[in-house]
């Protein structure tokens, strides 16, 4: 695997990224050395459009820029990520293209400082709402806007991640295809199927679905939720043996704050960290 990510978000990512409290940083502890890529989630937008570092679904701590310098000194890539889970409002917005650009915009003031961008804009496409004729024009619009914002990404040599939400799912309203041929890596977020841990089958199936849609084996990356009882060691251990048996692009773990010294060893095992 090419990739291994990693969820900066909220509280308590600090000690478990870098084995020590915040400022202090240390090479005998913490799971930086399993991580190539860690997006940090800390931009968000309102219903305008408008950048936020600060709502429901984003929070920039105090002394952020040393998280980033100490992750790049360890030569781990920083990204952006932007998120919005209200998959109604978040319909409307993507149908707007003055919002969207504004959004773009707003990306691209706060880009310089980052290697990427990582977007997860959640639950587009219900299929408690949709039907196939009106899920086309969501996916439709979703990849307008991820269009427009490739393109400025591109002039900047900025990567793209976009995390989706899996095709054995309830949210329809993602063109894995186009996603794929548009950005660095398509992250699908294989969790919540129930019951807990996770199961297996239907983890592999988001995989295999996804393949089969046209997502190059390279781009594809499995999002596994590192939190019990969603999982255990044991079956972290299945789920990334899952990303090793379709030889994909990589994992990607929510988030840093969840990976307990069990699931660490786990990792360092199947990773072959020491």
């Known amino acids: 695997m090419q990739e291994c990510l990693g969820f900066y978000a909220w509280q308590g990512n600090w000690e478990r ?14 799971v930086a050395p399993l991580l190539s890529r860690v997006p940090v989630v800390w931009f968000s937008f309102d219903e305008a459009g408008n950048m936020t570092t600060q709502n429901a679904y984003a929070n920039r701590p105090k002394g952020w820029e040393k998280m980033v310098d100490a992750c790049r000194g360890r030569g781990i890539a920083v990204d952006m990520t932007v998120a919005y889970l209200d998959g109604p409002k978040l ?26 961008v990582n977007i997860d804009l959640e639950g587009l496409g219900s299929k408690s709402v949709h039907q196939a004729d009106s899920r086309t024009l969501v996916r439709y619009n979703f ?62 199936q988001s995989v ?15 999002g ?7 999982e255990i060691p044991e079956t972290l251990a299945e789920k990334v043996g899952i990303a090793q048996k379709h030889r994909i692009g990589g994992i990607a773990l929510w988030k840093i704050s969840f ?4 699931f660490q060893a786990v990792l360092r095992r199947l990773l072959q960290i020491k």
């Open 259 to 262: 990976l307990n010294e069990d």
């Open 91 to 116: 319909e409307k917005i993507l149908a707007d293209d003055s919002i969207t650009d504004r959004i773009i915009a707003g990306i691209e003031r706060e880009v310089a400082l980052f290697d990427g």
């Open 143 to 204: 990849n307008r806007f991820l269009n427009k914002l490739r393109d400025r990404l591109q002039r900047l040599n900025k990567r793209l991640y976009v995390c989706v939400h899996p095709l054995n799912g309830w949210f329809l309203g993602y063109d894995y295809r186009e996603i794929a041929r548009l950005s660095d890596g398509l992250v699908v977020m294989a969790y919540h199927y129930g019951p807990t841990p996770e199961p297996y089958e239907p983890v592999e």
């Open 17 to 30: 990224l870098f084995g020590a409290s915040f400022p202090q940083t240390t090479d005998q502890a913490g």
């Open 224 to 230: 596994i939720l590192t939190l019990k009882p969603y």
């Open 208 to 222: 295999t679905l996804a393949l089969a849609s046209g997502v190059p084996q390279e781009k594809l990356i499995l």
